[in-house]
């Protein structure tokens, strides 16, 4: 009886509970829901300082932003086939630095950490790759700061723009992606 009872509560208790999706794969590399959540937060936080760490990402922002992280792993990928671009310890370390005084103190900095289930090793692994896409770009395409690359085009680098532009998209036409279609299912782009 005691058996019968037990197979009738697990019958009725849902088969499991949704921890996380994949929002995209670029090549063999799946950018989850929380990963993005996550490499989007710094992306703004870079920008509009830690009042960004809170603020709502969805429709065009969403978009733009999934739109760049793509391209974060596509030039990542690119750069580790190529080779040739390192980062030196203390340069990632500044960096790292850099992007923690970004907030008003470092309890808030920790918070953030927290919410978004961020190891030091993973911020410091999002850098690395941010760094040496960044380094990447401008000795590729000969654009000046990071500021520049991140903020858009100036008028004096807008020929570097358009090749920037051009070369990201033929990444996108040679890569194998997939990104969450609106029911979830992964569609090849």
């Given at each position: 009886?005691?058996?019968?009872?037990?197979?009738?509560?697990?019958?009725?208790?849902?088969?499991?509970?949704?921890?996380?999706?994949?929002?995209?794969?670029v090549g063999k590399?799946?950018?989850?829901?929380?990963?993005?959540?996550?490499?989007?937060r710094i992306a703004?936080?870079?920008?509009?300082?830690?009042?960004?760490?809170?603020?709502?990402?969805?429709?065009?922002?969403?978009?733009?932003?999934?739109?760049?992280?793509?391209?974060?792993?596509?030039?990542?990928?690119?750069?580790?086939?190529?080779?040739?671009?390192?980062?030196?310890?203390?340069?990632?370390?500044?960096?790292?630095?850099?992007?923690?005084?970004?907030?008003?103190?470092?309890?808030?900095?920790?918070?953030?950490?927290?919410?978004y289930h961020l190891?030091?090793?993973?911020?410091?692994?999002?850098?690395?790759?941010?760094?040496?896409?960044?380094?990447?770009?401008?000795?590729?395409?000969?654009?000046?700061?990071?500021?520049?690359?991140?903020?858009?085009?100036?008028?004096?680098?807008?020929?570097?723009?358009?090749?920037?532009?051009?070369?990201?998209?033929?990444?996108?036409?040679?890569?194998?992606?997939?990104?969450?279609?609106?029911?979830?299912?992964?569609?090849?782009?």
């Amino acid at each position: 009886m005691k058996a019968l009872a037990f197979i009738c509560f697990f019958l009725t208790v849902p088969p499991g509970v949704l921890i996380d999706r994949a929002l995209a794969v670029v090549g063999k590399e799946v950018i989850t829901q929380s990963e993005f959540y996550a490499q989007a937060r710094i992306a703004l936080i870079w920008q509009k300082g830690d009042a960004a760490a809170h603020a709502p990402i969805e429709g065009e922002l969403f978009d733009s932003l999934l739109d760049y992280i793509i391209n974060q792993y596509l030039v990542a990928a690119e750069v580790r086939r190529l080779g040739g671009v390192s980062i030196p310890e203390e340069k990632l370390v500044e960096r790292t630095n850099e992007f923690s005084r970004l907030f008003r103190n470092r309890n808030v900095y920790r918070a953030f950490l927290r919410r978004y289930h961020l190891a030091e090793e993973d911020l410091l692994h999002i850098m690395r790759r941010r760094l040496r896409n960044e380094m990447f770009i401008r000795q590729r395409f000969k654009l000046g700061s990071r500021n520049n690359i991140e903020a858009g085009l100036e008028s004096s680098n807008a020929s570097a723009e358009k090749e920037l532009q051009d070369w990201l998209r033929s990444l996108r036409d040679r890569s194998v992606l997939r990104i969450a279609a609106f029911d979830g299912q992964l569609e090849l782009q």
